[in-house]
Protein backbone atom coordinates (compact mmCIF):
# COMPACT_ATOMS: atom_id res chain seq x y z
CA UNK A 1 0.00 0.00 0.00
CA UNK A 2 3.27 2.79 0.87
CA UNK A 3 4.42 1.76 -2.61
CA UNK A 4 0.93 2.83 -4.18
CA UNK A 5 0.54 5.84 -2.54
CA UNK A 6 4.33 7.40 -2.98
CA UNK A 7 3.74 6.29 -7.10
CA UNK A 8 -0.02 8.30 -6.84
CA UNK A 9 1.91 11.37 -4.46
CA UNK A 10 4.58 11.36 -7.30
CA UNK A 11 1.98 11.58 -10.27
CA UNK A 12 0.14 14.33 -8.52
CA UNK A 13 3.46 16.47 -7.39
CA UNK A 14 4.36 15.62 -11.21
CA UNK A 15 0.98 17.38 -12.62
CA UNK A 16 1.12 20.25 -10.25
CA UNK A 17 4.92 21.14 -11.25
CA UNK A 18 3.78 21.50 -15.32
CA UNK A 19 0.63 23.50 -13.92
CA UNK A 20 3.43 25.80 -11.84
CA UNK A 21 5.55 26.07 -14.98
CA UNK A 22 2.32 26.79 -17.03
CA UNK A 23 1.48 29.83 -14.18
CA UNK A 24 5.10 31.04 -14.62
CA UNK A 25 4.94 30.99 -18.24
CA UNK A 26 1.93 32.87 -18.34
CA UNK A 27 3.30 35.72 -16.13
CA UNK A 28 6.33 35.87 -17.82
CA UNK A 29 4.63 36.67 -21.40
CA UNK A 30 5.16 32.63 -22.69
CA UNK A 31 9.07 32.98 -22.93
CA UNK A 32 9.46 30.01 -21.61
CA UNK A 33 8.34 28.24 -24.63
CA UNK A 34 11.97 28.91 -25.59
CA UNK A 35 13.44 26.45 -23.59
CA UNK A 36 11.89 23.65 -25.52
CA UNK A 37 13.40 21.53 -28.49
CA UNK A 38 14.80 23.17 -31.17
CA UNK A 39 15.89 20.47 -33.84
CA UNK A 40 19.91 20.38 -33.93
CA UNK A 41 20.64 23.62 -32.12
CA UNK A 42 23.17 22.71 -29.65
CA UNK A 43 22.40 25.92 -28.14
CA UNK A 44 18.91 24.32 -27.73
CA UNK A 45 19.50 20.85 -26.71
CA UNK A 46 18.64 21.91 -23.31
CA UNK A 47 15.08 21.12 -24.49
CA UNK A 48 15.72 17.72 -24.66
CA UNK A 49 14.75 17.78 -20.77
CA UNK A 50 13.09 21.00 -20.32
CA UNK A 51 10.19 20.59 -23.17
CA UNK A 52 7.57 18.07 -21.71
CA UNK A 53 7.38 20.73 -19.17
CA UNK A 54 6.48 23.28 -21.19
CA UNK A 55 2.60 24.14 -22.50
CA UNK A 56 1.47 26.15 -24.85
CA UNK A 57 -1.26 27.23 -23.40
CA UNK A 58 -3.94 26.26 -20.17
CA UNK A 59 -5.94 23.85 -23.11
CA UNK A 60 -2.47 22.39 -23.88
CA UNK A 61 -1.34 21.59 -20.42
CA UNK A 62 -5.57 20.55 -19.93
CA UNK A 63 -5.50 18.34 -22.77
CA UNK A 64 -2.51 16.70 -21.30
CA UNK A 65 -2.72 16.63 -17.80
CA UNK A 66 -5.81 14.62 -17.50
CA UNK A 67 -4.58 11.52 -19.78
CA UNK A 68 -1.21 11.64 -18.21
CA UNK A 69 -2.54 10.88 -14.69
CA UNK A 70 -4.44 8.16 -15.96
CA UNK A 71 -1.71 6.54 -18.23
CA UNK A 72 1.34 7.07 -15.40
CA UNK A 73 -1.53 5.82 -12.66
CA UNK A 74 -1.71 2.38 -15.36
CA UNK A 75 2.12 2.43 -15.66
CA UNK A 76 2.55 2.82 -11.65
CA UNK A 77 0.76 -0.24 -11.28
CA UNK A 78 3.51 -2.26 -13.22
CA UNK A 79 6.28 -1.02 -11.19
CA UNK A 80 8.33 0.75 -14.44
CA UNK A 81 7.05 4.44 -14.00
CA UNK A 82 10.44 5.71 -13.00
CA UNK A 83 11.99 3.87 -15.58
CA UNK A 84 9.16 4.16 -18.14
CA UNK A 85 9.12 7.83 -17.57
CA UNK A 86 13.03 8.35 -17.85
CA UNK A 87 13.24 6.03 -20.96
CA UNK A 88 10.58 8.12 -22.97
CA UNK A 89 11.39 11.59 -21.52
CA UNK A 90 15.06 11.41 -22.74
CA UNK A 91 14.95 9.27 -25.85
CA UNK A 92 11.47 10.83 -27.32
CA UNK A 93 13.32 14.24 -26.94
CA UNK A 94 16.67 13.37 -28.16
CA UNK A 95 15.01 11.78 -31.62
CA UNK A 96 12.80 14.79 -32.17
CA UNK A 97 16.28 16.85 -31.43
CA UNK A 98 17.94 15.01 -34.06
CA UNK A 99 15.00 14.38 -36.89
CA UNK A 100 12.07 17.23 -35.89
CA UNK A 101 11.15 19.50 -37.68
CA UNK A 102 12.75 23.28 -37.67
CA UNK A 103 10.05 24.67 -34.60
CA UNK A 104 9.89 24.48 -30.90
CA UNK A 105 8.34 21.60 -29.80
CA UNK A 106 7.13 21.63 -26.27
CA UNK A 107 4.63 19.35 -24.32
CA UNK A 108 4.14 16.46 -22.01
CA UNK A 109 2.68 14.51 -25.07
CA UNK A 110 5.35 12.91 -25.99
CA UNK A 111 5.56 11.57 -22.58
CA UNK A 112 1.52 10.61 -23.01
CA UNK A 113 2.23 8.66 -26.06
CA UNK A 114 5.09 6.76 -24.22
CA UNK A 115 3.26 5.80 -21.64
CA UNK A 116 0.22 5.01 -24.07
CA UNK A 117 2.25 3.33 -26.01
CA UNK A 118 4.32 1.38 -23.08
CA UNK A 119 0.98 -0.17 -21.42
CA UNK A 120 -0.06 -1.76 -24.99
CA UNK A 121 3.72 -2.72 -26.52
CA UNK A 122 4.03 -4.50 -22.20
CA UNK A 123 0.68 -6.64 -22.41
CA UNK A 124 1.77 -8.43 -25.42
CA UNK A 125 6.01 -8.66 -24.23
CA UNK A 126 4.93 -9.70 -20.68
CA UNK A 127 1.93 -12.18 -20.83
CA UNK A 128 0.55 -11.94 -17.30
CA UNK A 129 -3.38 -11.18 -16.86
CA UNK A 130 -2.05 -7.54 -15.03
CA UNK A 131 -0.55 -6.69 -18.20
CA UNK A 132 -2.77 -7.96 -20.54
CA UNK A 133 -5.95 -6.23 -18.97
CA UNK A 134 -3.49 -3.20 -18.19
CA UNK A 135 -3.02 -2.29 -21.96
CA UNK A 136 -7.34 -3.10 -22.78
CA UNK A 137 -7.40 -0.85 -19.79
CA UNK A 138 -5.26 1.90 -21.90
CA UNK A 139 -6.58 0.55 -25.49
CA UNK A 140 -9.80 1.12 -24.30
CA UNK A 141 -9.58 4.47 -22.59
CA UNK A 142 -7.27 5.97 -24.83
CA UNK A 143 -7.74 4.21 -28.30
CA UNK A 144 -7.80 7.56 -29.91
CA UNK A 145 -4.31 8.75 -29.11
CA UNK A 146 -3.50 6.61 -32.35
CA UNK A 147 -5.05 9.31 -34.21
CA UNK A 148 -2.56 12.31 -33.09
CA UNK A 149 0.22 9.59 -34.64
CA UNK A 150 -0.72 10.89 -37.90
CA UNK A 151 -1.97 14.47 -37.27
CA UNK A 152 0.50 16.65 -39.62
CA UNK A 153 -0.85 20.02 -38.82
CA UNK A 154 1.54 22.38 -38.15
CA UNK A 155 1.24 23.68 -34.57
CA UNK A 156 1.64 20.23 -33.50
CA UNK A 157 4.77 17.63 -32.85
CA UNK A 158 3.85 14.78 -34.48
CA UNK A 159 7.16 14.08 -33.88
CA UNK A 160 7.37 14.18 -30.57
CA UNK A 161 4.33 12.22 -30.49
CA UNK A 162 5.59 9.47 -32.19
CA UNK A 163 9.06 9.28 -30.86
CA UNK A 164 7.25 9.33 -27.76
CA UNK A 165 4.73 6.14 -28.40
CA UNK A 166 8.22 4.41 -29.81
CA UNK A 167 10.32 4.97 -27.06
CA UNK A 168 7.45 3.24 -24.75
CA UNK A 169 7.29 0.49 -27.15
CA UNK A 170 11.25 0.43 -26.27
CA UNK A 171 10.61 0.41 -22.63
CA UNK A 172 8.28 -2.18 -22.89
CA UNK A 173 11.52 -4.48 -23.90
CA UNK A 174 13.69 -2.51 -21.59
CA UNK A 175 11.98 -3.26 -18.50
CA UNK A 176 10.50 -6.97 -19.90
CA UNK A 177 11.88 -8.67 -16.64
CA UNK A 178 10.47 -6.41 -13.90
CA UNK A 179 6.85 -6.11 -15.16
CA UNK A 180 7.13 -9.78 -15.60
CA UNK A 181 6.87 -10.64 -11.97
CA UNK A 182 4.78 -7.81 -11.46
CA UNK A 183 1.69 -10.22 -12.48
CA UNK A 184 1.12 -13.85 -12.66
CA UNK A 185 2.05 -15.37 -16.17
CA UNK A 186 -0.42 -16.89 -17.90
Not at 2 to 11: E, P, S, T, V
Not at 71 to 83: I, K, Y
Not at 99 to 126: D, E, K, P, Q
Request: proline content about 2%; overall charge positive; aromatic content about 16%.
Amino acid sequence: MKYQLNGIKFILFAIAILWLVEFINIFTGRALESFGILPRQWSHAYGIFTAPLIHGGLWHLLGNSIPLAILAFLVHQTRNLLAVTFIVWLGSGLIVWLVGRHAYHIGASGLVLGYWGFLLANGWINHSIKNILLSFVALFIYGGLFFSLIDFRGFISFEGHLAGFICGIIAAYLVKENSKSSGESL
